[in-house]
Nanobody
Framework: QVQLVESGGRLVQTGDSLRLSCATSGYTFDHYAMGWFRQAPGKERVFLATISRSGGTTSYGASVKGRFTISRDNVKNTAYLQMNSLNPEDTGVYYC????????????????WGQGTQVTVSS
């Protein structure tokens, strides 16, 4: 059974940093690229970042480039999203996902999804 479980979301203040984790099981982790998405209330899910199977290639959405860093640990079968300089526009539910493709830039490219973790940034 494939499982992706996000953790680390909480209430923070503007300018704070936060690291999200995505623990996975039930599939061969290093055969899949990983991605992070965010969904704000009443809005569509937005691509944030993706990382290749080996971790050697990354790509970011324009709204988070330079502030967020995606990484992975292929021994621990876990992906991470380091978020710096958070602002209220970063509020939303954060999802991790896995794709068999080399990288995934849109949600329809992903095969497996977690349930999400809530991040709230107060002003």
């Amino acid at each position: 059974q494939v499982q992706l479980v996000e953790s680390g979301g909480r209430l923070v203040q503007t300018g704070d940093s936060l690291r999200l984790s995505c623990a996975t099981s039930g599939y061969t982790f290093d055969h899949y690229a990983m991605g992070w998405f965010r969904q704000a209330p009443g809005k569509e899910r937005v691509f944030l970042a993706t990382i290749s199977r080996s971790g050697g290639t990354t790509s970011y959405g324009a709204s988070v480039k330079g502030r967020f860093t995606i990484s992975r640990d292929n021994v621990k079968n876990t992906a991470y999203l380091q978020m710096n300089s958070l602002n209220p526009e970063d509020t939303g539910v954060y999802y991790c996902a896995a794709t068999i493709k080399n990288l995934g830039l849109s949600s329809d490219e992903y095969d497996y999804w977690g349930q999400g973790t809530q991040v709230t940034v107060s002003s």
